[in-house]
């Protein structure tokens, strides 16, 4: 399987204050194509399961005795997926973030 490829500072936003409203989860190919991360995430999830985490993630949040380990995983798909729903928003951003990265990865 093909490594995807990472944006620069995709790791460290601290060394470009410009990157830090830039989708920084997602890859080169992902922001290219959300649509590629929208649809893993309901493949993931179904929309009832999203709605009933996150309620669970707020009372889990507002009682600290719960295991908060299981919604590491579901935080950082939330993230991805914002990210990429952000990118379908306008092209203009993607354009932006796939030249700065020197891609030749068209964004949709």
Known sequence: MKQEQQLPLAKD???A?????WPLQL???EIADPQTVID???HQYTLAEVRMLLQDWLLTVIDTQQDVGGYVSLCNDMVRFTEAVFMTQGNE???RVLAEANCT???I
């Open 13 to 15: 936003s601290t060394n």
């Open 17 to 21: 204050p410009h990157w830090v409203g």
């Open 27 to 29: 890859t080169v190919q």
């Open 40 to 42: 893993r995430f309901f």
């Open 93 to 95: 951003l993607a354009a």
């Open 105 to 107: 990865v068209k964004p």
